[in-house]
């Protein structure tokens, strides 16, 4: 295999880099590519594609950043964005009962809204009616989802609304409650003229793979 | 301008004075301390508020997060003492801060305190006055630039840094929302046109605020003589 | 040493003067420990040290050390504010006496060497101290400056009551000035004792300088308004001097230069010099190759003169002999009050 | 320690000793100007050389960013010159930071620069030193202390800022992904055990060398007597 | 001013000695214009001004100024291996002259106030300049280190044709080295001119002075080694004063201040004094209340004599009288060499 001197540089969300680490190191075994993975929060990255970012290949961790990229078309946006995860939200902490997100005297802490999906979802969650008692409640918005574990991990929010990757064992708030988080992602490169690439996207959206992205808390893509 | 801009300017400005306030009560004698101890292990108290600069500042902030939550001995001292917890508060963003910006303003100070002629002091001593005194009408007055200099850098940086305050204040409008966060908030979401006004507001404002104070303090300077 | 009067400190470059005032002042500690009292005060002993600013001692430093962010008004006021007894010279005292009217507004920048220094001697003048210590005070003046200078301080010392310590090395300043003198050689204690016991001896440090003065203490006698003279009687002798106001009967020093001093045999009749009077020869010291000292007894006290040892030899004095010293009279205008007597 | 960790601290280095040794070059001649400047308009320079302290460095970065794309005029100029693209290159990198870190350089130095007595300087012009030799013999080692401080404070800042490196950089390994950003990544990915070892190391590290640096410096000291 | 020889600026303290020193040393621009020339170098004209690191001027300032962070031995060495001309005081003379050994590895700090200025005028002169400025270096001295100084600085502006502009408000010093003098007074000139004339003119402001002092010109007749004296000759006169080795018929000038001479009308035979020779009163001048200055011809030269009025009156002296003049032979020692002449 011709093996190109430049690796395949992969831009990543914060929050999915560590699985797509797993993913990657597989790939690298299986086919000899060499692969890096350069992560930030989507904000940043999109800005830094906008800017002339050398990646191949972008995993947001929302939709609208990577469907405004294939609308702007300002770089080669060479194929059409794909879903590769679709995220769910959890509730950590205290005894795992839905009711306590009406309790004002809990506090909370979720990823900030305005930049994260997961933290407009929370507060897609925290609107609903039923859970207006608790509107008074101390909110801490993390400047991401990692932010908004730590908080309550270390930081001492009594509850957290996070992605189900990060805390698999919570309990799980309903689907319907907010958006759908699809997590997309698009190549920044042709295909066709860079076959680590093309390879790269077959592996991705292979059985193993799903799997994977499965078993880190995902749910498969529609 | 939004109510949520402007509540972030208002808690911007509160935090950045009150902060650099602290910085200057406590940056000043130990800057003066560190300047006329001869000895070396004062060396490592130097290394130690340095080291602020060296730790990225979300790290810093994850650190100072472990150390202000509820259930650590300063984060129970805090409740016991005030009836309100530490961490994601506005206390708890000055703590930070004044600790993230303290090498600003001991670092000029005590290089500016070490060059004060030891000789001009002792004649304030033969005139009758006391160190304090000394301090005051002599010291003070002979290093007001480097004051400049301390608390402009102390409250640039405080208004600057956002690291360690999304970190430890938690993002909380009116509460520890400051401008840095809202104006990272609008580069994260692609706001972009938001984030050029807030910055450009920014810019222009520290810009001729600086300005007014540098100006203020060439008026006034003076020279030593050999 | 004496606490009060003025107390000159002499001794060549180096030899210790400025590190024994920052002594006293409390600005150095001595290496070897050792005690410093005033009056009823113990500055420093094995288990005590008073600091500088509690000592209310006064020091005009050997450079004049304003303080540069303030100008000359400014640097008298930090005095004046911090002043330590109630009484001592005002604020337009020491403006007027130091001639410092035209400069207040300046800063120390643009000030003259010897301006400075004035204004230095001011400063340290209004924090009314209870020990004053002058490190060359007058180095940069020139010399009517400095003449007013030691008038005002003489002055001072007197009116005041304030002790001083001088440290010089004008030994025309010191014998001026002084009513008891240190002597310091390589850090050490040479001689000490008061000015005119010294000054009158072949054997000191003193004598040895090229300026060396005897110090003769006298009351005054009758004025002579006419001629600008006033007489001096020393030891039943009469000697004119410039007239100074001084009522007849006080007591006051005068200072005769060993130069300026000549013998003869006889009494010459048509000479310019005034004061002709008869002395004892009591001892006679070759001075360098070329010159003698003598050690002339008038009465009970004693002047000394220079003269070339052809001269001796020429003149044939031997030690008991009777002279005639005649003192040049223009050297005699410096006489100064002596109320620490 | 992981290779990838070794490339990260490599690239660290080099990146704040190149910054600092640019920095120390381009801020001493603007802290001298500065400093022997009577006229009121450098500060103006003052206050925008103060510039990079206020705004959020994520914010700094991205208007960095804006500037060092490749379409824009430095962008393409850069491209001309040396074949490469600028932005997300290690050059940005260093431009990035000289220019975030230049306040903590140039206020020190212009606040040390101030109080060189003016005296010594004609001292060593009539001793026949022209105005670099005057001070390269007298000026250089007068403030040799601020030197050290604005070194250091220029150096761990570099080491310590990830915001604008993280923007600008791109977080490429082995390329841009510096100390700073490593950290970041295993923070975010829940790798808190090697973020603590590498926090960890990294203090202990600079904590010796900066006691090392500051002990030395006391050692050297003198003092000027009015 | 001349270009050779030592000039001495006199004049009260804040009279502009030190500015005018800046000026020509380049770290001062007159603000009203005006023009600075060196030999055939012009360093300040209108469309001209040559930087003072390119003028080979050294100044010894009036503060010390030695760099605090150098030692003796390196501050020494700063101005030593910027030295303009290849010529000059090497290292060890100006160590050996100014006595230095002792203090080289001190830093300036610990030094004594005469130790810094011995080391500054060190610095001065291993920068082997063209033109040397010196402000007030004795200041701080005693007299027998200046004295010393003094002679170094004669000594090398006579070899190595150095010349020197000198600012004292001493005016012993000033005339024992200068061969020209500039008086200056609020910042104007106020007279200058060769030594010698400026010093015999009774309308001078040196001729108020107290120290005021004629200078005479001679040359050196027969030695007495006996006696260590030496006779001058001086207009067909002889005066007697102590050796020092100069040549035989050398010319040599003699410092005689007023004070130190009287006049007489007839011969005295039987004085001290050993110098009385025949002079004619050409002039008489009151000197404030009491005393009168006299101007006295000694052929085509001049002496000056301060005595009282009384004696004058009492003598009965007149304009054209023949006196004899008495010098006290202790003042004729500052004898001073005369290469410049
Ligand atoms: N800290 C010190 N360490 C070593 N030597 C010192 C220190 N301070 C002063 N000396 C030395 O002590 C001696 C006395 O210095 P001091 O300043 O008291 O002399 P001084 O009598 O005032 O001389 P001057 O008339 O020149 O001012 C000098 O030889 C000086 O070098
Ligand atoms: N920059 C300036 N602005 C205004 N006045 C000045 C400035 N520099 C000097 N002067 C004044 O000029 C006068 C002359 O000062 P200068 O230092 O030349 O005197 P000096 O003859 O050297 O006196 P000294 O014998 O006391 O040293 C002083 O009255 C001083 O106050
Ligand atoms: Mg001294
Ligand atoms: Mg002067």
Redesign the interface.
Known sequence: QGLAAEPLRVAVAANFRGTLQQITDEFEQQSGYRVTLSSG????L??QILHGAPFDLFFAADA??VQ?LAAKGARATSGRPFCYARGSLVLAGGNGDLAQLSDPTL?M?IA?P??APYGAAAMAVLARREFAAGSNR??????NVV?AL??WR????DLALLPRALAPDATPIPQSWHQPLDQLAIALTSPTANPALASYLNWIRSDTVRTLIFDAGYKPCP | MSAAELDAIQLTIALATITTALLLILGTPLAWWLSRK?A?W???V???V??????????LG??L??L????TAL?VAWEKLTGT?L??SFSALVIGSVIYSL??VV??L???F???????L??????????L??FR??VL??TR??FV?AA??GF??T?????VV???G???PGET?VL??A???Y????QFAE?HRL?GG??VF??AL??L???R???H?????? | MPDRGITAIYGPSGSGKSTLLDCI???RRPETGGMVRFRDQTWLAPQRFV???Q?????V?Q?S?L???LNVQQNLD??DT???TVGGASMQQVIHWLELEGLLQH???VLSAGQKQRVAIG??LL?SPQLL?LDEPLANLDHNASQQCLAYLQQLAGELELPMLYVSHDIEEVSQLADHLVLLEHGALVDQGPMLDLCGRLDTQLSREEQAAAIVLGSIGQHDPEYGLTELLVEGQTLQIASRDSPVGARRRLRIPARDVSVCLNKPEDSSILNIIPVTLTQMKTDGDARVLLRLALGGQHLLARITRRSADRLGIQVGDRLFAQIKSAALLMESSDHHE
């Open positions: 929060s989507t904000g940043v999109y800005a609208a950043s405004e506090s802490s900030n305005v930049t101390k909110l801490v918005r993390g400047a932010q730590q908080f270390g930081g001492g929010t | 001869n070396s004062p060396a490592l130097e290394a130690l340095a080291m602020p600069l060296i730790l990225p500042p979300t790290v994850f650190y997060l472990l202000f939550a509820p259930d984060g917890q961490a994601f090498p600003f670092q000029p005590q290089a500016a070490q060059r004060v002629p030891e000789d001009l002792k004649v304030a001593a033969t005139l009758g006055a006391s160190p005194d000394q009408s002599i007055p002979l630039r480097s200099t402009s850098l640039a940086h208004v600057g840094e956002f690291g999304l970190m430890i938690g993002n909380i929302r840095s966060v104006l990272y908030d580069v994260e979401s692609l984030a910055a920014l810019v520290s810009l600086l300005y104070l540098y100006r303090d060439r008026r300077s003076w020279r030593v003589q050999a | 002042a409390g600005l600091p500088p600013w000592r209310r001692v006064a020091y430093f450079d050390r303080f540069p962010h930090y005095a911090r002043r330590g800063t120390p920048a400063r340290a924090s210590l």
